[in-house]
């Protein structure tokens, strides 16, 4: 079986998503990981193509030209000041893309906060056949592997899955 590569959208960031596919097809990958979440961090740039549907148009033909497909979108965060129906809009671009995955991670040491709104990601996803990969990050709540499997053992959903 032919091992298949996903560039993420953290190895060239703040690239505009019509060129990390042009990238990711020069440079041999079969799939791209966009970001139309923001992160609200200082001089990000902003690639929302589920509010913009000229990217969207923009993406979707770079897509097929490139012979690229859209593996997963970034980054749905639990956190106290975040409303997980806010990524609605997002999750449903991206699927309409071909996406199959979403990247999540927990920001909070509030664990029964983290287990009801992670929960929440995943039934919000799950209407757009997306799955959630939770990634563990050493200086987020969520910050090993034991953490990270507590969450997917307390969530039970079947579309919540580890991101390694």
């Not at 996903?6 to 440079?27: F, K, M, N, W």
């Not at 030209?65 to 449903?92: G, H, P, T």
């Amino acid at each position: 079986m032919k091992r298949k590569f996903s560039l993420a959208y953290l190895t060239i960031p703040g690239t505009h998503p019509v060129d990390q596919i042009r990238i990711a097809a020069e440079a041999g990958y079969d799939f791209v990981s966009l970001r139309p979440i923001p992160m609200h961090l200082p001089n990000e740039p902003l690639f929302q193509f589920d509010l913009d549907r000229k990217l969207f148009k923009d993406i979707r033909d770079a897509l097929e030209q490139n012979d690229i497909k859209l593996m997963d979108i970034e980054l749905a965060r639990v956190r106290e000041d975040l409303k997980v129906e806010d990524y609605e809009s997002a999750f449903a671009a991206a699927a309409e893309l071909g996406a199959t995955d979403v990247l999540s991670s927990i920001w909070t040491k509030d664990k029964e906060f983290a287990f009801k709104e992670f929960a929440k990601i995943c039934d919000l996803a799950a209407k757009y056949n997306l799955k959630v990969n939770l990634e563990f990050v050493t200086f987020s709540g969520v910050t090993d592997l034991t953490g990270a499997l507590e969450v997917l053992d307390k969530v039970g959903r079947p579309n919540a899955y580890l991101m390694v």
